[in-house]
T-cell receptor
């Protein structure tokens, strides 16, 4: 079952903040966040595990609510370079390395 | 210096043809993946190999056949191409991660396949 991301698209001015959400109907072992710029490959941002462990870039923050099976990615003081499509990928902990990605959230940052 | 590379970058072909996409990684990873990203940007896993062994095999038409000659290479062969196969195909690699584990996946630049 594919996780659901919200919102589908966000438009910001530089310096503004945004939150992207990812919800799953299944119990998750970990949530992975990736960013994909137009015409490029997805690039890893962060992993959040149940139990609170996180691994990722220092400038990115995110949360994982195990009770609700929801994760949120927080983008603060946005920069032009933040523009792209953000994907959450969920891992159920039942198969090797299998990520199921959400439909993506398009973030556009204007000067 | 390229970590995960794919060839070709663009592939335009006629319906019914057979084509292959090649992927190579120089990161020393054990696990490699094929993803399909459709026109709506939906990114879906197709296959995964760990050290030449198939470990993920999603519901994909059997016209798609992956092959891993060694752990640094994963190729995708597609027979009898159809219009619906048009998409961007991404190869990725990671260290092996088991069920109660996690790892970062490194994606290749993608191959844009257009079937006419």
């Amino acid at each position: 079952q594919q996780p659901v991301q919200s919102p589908q698209a966000v438009i910001l001015r530089e310096g503004e903040d945004a939150v992207i959400n990812c919800s799953s109907s299944k119990a998750l072992y970990s949530v992975h966040w990736y960013r994909q710029k137009h015409g490029e490959a997805p690039v890893f941002l962060m992993i959040l595990l149940k139990g609170g462990e996180q691994k990722g870039h220092e400038k990115i923050s995110a949360s994982f609510n195990e009770k609700k099976q929801q994760s949120s990615l927080y983008l603060t003081a946005s920069q032009l370079s933040y523009s792209g499509t953000y994907f959450c990928g969920t891992h159920l902990g039942t198969s090797y390395g299998k990520l199921t990605f959400g439909q993506g959230t398009i973030l556009t940052v204007h000067p | 210096d390229t970590a995960v590379s794919q060839t070709p970058k663009y592939l335009v072909t006629q319906m019914g043809n057979d084509k292959s996409i090649k992927c190579e990684q120089n990161l020393g990873h054990d696990t490699m993946y094929w993803y399909k990203q459709d026109s709506k940007k939906f990114l879906k896993i197709m296959f995964s190999y760990n050290n030449k062994e198939l470990i993920i095999n999603e519901t994909v038409p059997n016209r798609f056949s992956p092959k891993s000659p060694d752990k640094a290479h994963l190729n995708l062969h597609i027979n009898s191409l159809e219009l619906g196969d048009s998409a961007v195909y991404f190869c990725a690699s990671s260290p092996f991660w088991g069920t109660q584990d996690y790892n970062e996946q490194f994606f290749g630049p993608g191959t844009r396949l257009t079937v006419l």
